[in-house]
């Protein structure tokens, strides 16, 4: 997904240099909140209940959008928010996680004008590196390196002053992330979890 992700971003920063394009590029605000969901495992013969946690962290992202020529009000996106967000994998008695950073988002954007400016619909693939977070007791067997998830939005776009505003808001669903580890000599423990991230931002753009 990444290979992919940094492909796409590569077209999309070549075409934004052709001397045709069209577009928008911009800096956005807002809050972020990442749902994180834990699966239940079993250590040492106790069993741990599957459980859910929530991280509320602001947040700031640059983006650029390229039109499409050939559908009016179509365009493609890269987005990128770099801000650090936990995932956590065990209970109280550890502190084993997974950290979020470099969240990347290629997405297709649809606006329409309405009468108080334009209303858009976003849809895309996002990505984020992730490392482990582990307690001194505890030795990292295996860890995912990445993980990606959907994401969609909508928004509310007004022109000022040769500025544009935007205020949005994003939801995105992550795949599963997995870490395995050992403490004090035990067997290997696969521990496994999901989440969503959603966003409210406000941002400011200049077209081109």
Known sequence: MKKIINLLFGATLLF????????????????????????????????????????????????????IPQAEGLSVGVEYIPF?????????????????????????????????????IKAGMSQADISA???????????????????????LQREVNGLFGRIEATHTDLDDVSITTTSAGSSSVKKTGSGDITTLSISVAKSF
């Open 16 to 67: 934004a240099t052709s001397a045709q394009a069209t577009g928008m590029v911009g800096a956005k605000i807002g809050i972020g909140d990442l749902s994180a969901d834990a699966k239940s495992y079993t250590a040492g013969g106790t069993t741990y209940a599957a459980e859910s946690k929530d991280v509320d962290s602001p947040y700031g992202a640059v983006f650029l959008e390229i039109d």
């Open 84 to 120: 650090t967000a936990t995932i956590s994998l065990d209970r109280k008695e550890s502190s084993t996680g997974a950290d979020l950073d470099d969240y990347t988002t290629l997405y297709v954007q649809y606006m329409k004008d309405i009468d108080v400016g334009s209303v858009y």
């Open 133 to 155: 977070v582990t307690n001194p007791d505890s030795t990292v067997v295996s860890q995912d390196d990445e993980i990606s998830g959907t994401m969609y939005g909508v928004g």
